[in-house]
């Protein structure tokens, strides 16, 4: 079974500095690694996916994570934040061929003026 | 597109009474789920339709049935809440045959008092 851990909860940021959102997964067999990011009181949508090739994925809103097969992350980042990049993002992880998708707990990143 | 709705999207319910969250999406996808998102808990799932006529459990079930009345809907129902069911409930649905790229409603908050 897969599972997904993001290291930490909540992640204050001033504006315009750079942040990384940490996530591990855990999986014996190839996986597609997601991330998704929930303004307030939306759903969630799909910020970006790795699913095979190059090991940098970048997304929407300027974010980019890097697939680490040895290391098994898949870490969100982003150069320079905007008070419009406070969210909860979501790290998830699906097995090839899967029905279900394994969320992590969530990271609310709050970006300080 | 409206993509995937849901409805309502707030209920105040007393506990013992019963209710139906409707969802519906327009992107003819094969697959629907419904989540439930706990702060701390990430999103969890509860049941899942791969395919019109079917349904199967996902990882916390107990509390709830689901019937995919057509490939467009996806209906989860509390016959008898619990405070423990207070939540926002979340529907997804995906495209079968593609990795899986769940796309997500708006979300109904559920209050069991």
């Known amino acids: 079974a897969q599972s997904v851990t993001q290291l930490d909860s909540q992640v204050p940021v001033f504006e315009e500095a750079p942040v990384e959102l940490r996530c591990n997964y855990s999986s014996s067999v190839s996986v597609y690694l997601f991330w998704y990011v929930q303004y307030p009181n939306q759903g969630l949508q799909l910020l970006l996916k790795?699913?095979?090739?190059?090991?940098l994925v970048k997304g929407i809103n300027g974010f980019e994570a890097e697939f680490n097969k040895s290391q098994t992350s898949f870490h969100l980042r982003k150069p320079s934040v905007h008070i419009s990049d406070t969210a909860e993002y979501f790290c998830a992880v699906s097995r090839l061929g899967a029905q279900k998708l394994v969320f992590g707990q969530g990271t609310r990143l709050t970006i300080n003026p | 597109n409206a993509g995937v709705t849901q409805t309502p999207k707030f209920q105040v319910l007393k506990t013992g009474q019963s209710m139906t969250l409707q969802c519906a999406q327009d992107m003819n996808h094969n697959s629907m789920y419904w989540y439930r998102q706990d702060p701390g808990m990430g999103l969890r799932l509860i049941y899942y339709?791969?395919?019109?006529?079917?349904?199967d459990k996902g990882e916390v079930p107990n509390g709830y049935n689901v019937s995919r009345l057509n490939k467009r809907e996806f209906s989860l129902r509390l016959e008898s809440a619990a405070p423990s069911q207070t939540s926002v409930y979340f529907c997804a649905s995906r495209k079968t045959g593609t990795y899986n790229e769940q796309f997500f409603g708006p979300g109904t908050r559920l209050t069991v008092l």
């Open positions: 339709s791969a395919s019109e006529g079917t349904t």
């Open positions: 790795y699913l095979s090739g190059s090991t």
